[in-house]
């Protein structure tokens, strides 16, 4: 247990140290780490979890239960088998995604679509995209934008170097 605590550690304070997550679980107990993130205006931690199983990571996302609905967190249960090298790895494989992420075109729900999400684009800049689409223009929008995404980074595996 104790081990496991050490590696519970590692992981928070990985997580900590990106400056895009809050700690929300104890230090004491069962060994975990629940975060969440800090701003989730445009983009979230299901989407986290979401990509995060394209490295083999099964993070669950969670909303909290009734009274406090509007939170949701990630959880990692640090197991006997979990070692400091899968502690930090997991921190690496966050990192890829939250930077991935950052490059992606922002969620787009009914409360962005009434307030507008900021949005850095490649070039450095921030820019503010207010959107008011219907629904379904908007689901259309986010599955082509996705096709071509992956086909694109299909097609980047296939190249030769």
């Known amino acids: 247990m104790e081990n496991c605590h050490q590696n519970a550690i590692v992981l928070k304070e990985g997580l900590e140290a990106t400056g895009r997550f809050n700690i ?7 060994p975990l780490v629940a975060f969440s993130l800090k ?3 445009c983009h979230d931690e299901f ?5 995060l199983r394209r490295f083999g990571w099964i993070v669950p996302a969670y909303t909290m239960p ?4 509007r939170i949701t967190v990630l959880r990692v249960v640090i197991r006997e088998d979990f070692s400091r090298t899968l502690a930090e790895r997991l921190v690496l494989d966050i990192t890829k995604v ?4 950052d490059t992606l075109p922002a969620k787009l ?3 962005m679509s009434a307030a507008g999400c900021e949005h850095k684009l490649q070039n450095g800049t921030t820019t503010t995209i207010a959107v008011k689409k219907t629904e379904i223009e908007t689901q259309r929008e986010i599955t082509a934008y996705w096709k071509k995404f992956v086909m694109a980074k299909k097609s980047n595996k296939n190249a030769v170097c």
């Open 47 to 51: 989407e986290i979890a979401e990509m």
């Open 39 to 41: 701003d989730n205006s």
């Open 24 to 30: 929300v679980s104890k230090d004491i107990g069962v």
């Open 109 to 111: 729900s009914a409360k």
């Open 98 to 101: 939250l930077h991935e992420l």
């Open 66 to 69: 009734a009274n406090a609905q």
